[in-house]
């Protein structure tokens, strides 16, 4: 069974830092892409970053730049967000999910969330 599984979340004050993880099973990402995806109260789904071990490439939206770094860990089957200078309007829930291309694939598999609270 495939499964995607997020933690690192909580709550932390304005400038702050947080580590996320989606540790994956069921398969392994050597030639997947992963994506980190957020949704704010009342707000749509945003593409935050995305991760490509095959192709050896990073991707960030304009919002983040700067601020989060991604990164993976094949040995761990598990990709991180790391993710400086929080703001307030970083809060979100965050799902990690995995596609075969960071663009034009779909996202087949998704995980449960973990929240993401930046107090100003």
């Known amino acids: 069974e495939v499964q995607l599984v997020e933690s690192g979340g909580g709550l932390v004050q304005a400038g702050g830092s947080l580590r996320l993880s989606c540790a994956a099973s069921g398969f392994t990402f050597d030639d997947d892409a992963i994506g980190w995806f957020r949704q704010a109260p009342g707000k749509e789904r945003e593409g935050v970053s995305c991760?490509?071990?095959?192709?050896?490439?990073?991707h960030y939206a304009d919002s983040v730049k700067g601020r989060f770094t991604i990164s993976s860990d094949n040995a761990k089957n598990t990709v991180y967000l790391q993710m400086n200078s929080l703001k307030p309007e970083d809060t979100a829930v965050y799902y990690c999910?995995?596609?075969?291309?960071?663009?034009?694939?779909?996202?087949?598999?998704w995980g449960k969330g973990t929240l993401v609270t930046v107090s100003s």
């Open positions: 991760i490509s071990s095959s192709a050896g490439s990073t």
């Open positions: 999910a995995a596609a075969i291309h960071c663009s034009g694939s779909p996202w087949g598999h």
